[in-house]
């Protein structure tokens, strides 16, 4: 069975830019999380698409947004980007997102906002 | 709001002992779970231990454990003959309970990297 995966696995880009990360979850899964990792403010929580519903949402600015796709698939964009975006996405897919169920993650991908 | 706290940013442990790594977390729910993950150096996350809050019985997985303390808000995950393979960043995690969806969100520690000598 094939795991989370992650596309682009690094990036870089400008400041001002736009950027669109993507996440294919474990076949079956529906529920897809979003954290961004940084070294000052650890990982955080963006968001959570179950369904192709937003279900949860963390405290980022509307530069950040999402959305799910009907075979689960998920795409994650930050636009006009700025400095402190600089940071490791992860996605994590799982079958209900909730509880004690197991949240797999992908590897990540890094964006480099220069 | 939920809150984790790793205050050991680095740990070392010669290879074949245990090693205890530290994690509390403050919470006003009943209903919740607690997770260690380990982060190697590919960046995957990967689940190491859960534990439920209503379960006194400690998890284990192999070599794993975790002393859970839920009076005290503790939960630390104690690893047994230590191998270079376990060399990596953990990070304790919490989510709540409730109803489906309700908050799915998993809230991390800050992490503690865990070196092995061999």
């Known amino acids: 069975k094939a795991g989370v995966t992650q596309t682009p696995r690094y990036l870089i880009k400008t400041r001002g830019q736009q950027v669109t990360l993507s996440c294919s979850p474990i076949s079956g899964h529906r529920s897809v999380s979003w954290y961004q990792q940084t070294p000052g403010q650890g990982l955080q929580f963006l968001f959570e698409y179950f369904s192709e519903t937003q279900r949860n949402k963390g405290n980022f600015p509307g530069r950040f947004s999402g959305r799910q796709f009907s075979n689960s698939r998920s795409e994650m964009n930050v636009s006009t980007l700025e400095l402190g975006d600089s940071a490791l996405y992860l996605c994590a897919s799982s079958t209900e997102g909730a509880g004690g169920t197991e949240a797999f993650f992908g590897q990540g991908t890094r964006l480099t906002v220069v | ?118």
């Open chain 2, 1 to 118: 709001a939920q809150t984790v706290t790793q205050s050991q940013p680095e740990m070392s442990v010669q290879e074949a002992e245990t090693v205890t790594l530290s994690c509390t977390y403050d919470t006003s729910e009943s209903d919740y779970y607690l997770f260690w993950y380990k982060q190697p150096p590919s960046r995957q996350m990967i689940l190491v231990i859960r534990q439920e809050a209503y379960k006194q019985q400690n998890a284990t997985e192999n070599r794993f454990s975790v002393n859970f303390q839920k009076a005290a808000k503790s939960f630390s995950l104690k690893i047994s003959d230590s191998q270079l393979g376990d060399a990596a960043m953990y990070f304790c995690a919490y989510r709540s309970g409730g109803a489906r969806g309700a908050n799915s969100k998993l809230t991390f520690g800050k992490g503690i990297t865990l070196s092995v000598r061999p």
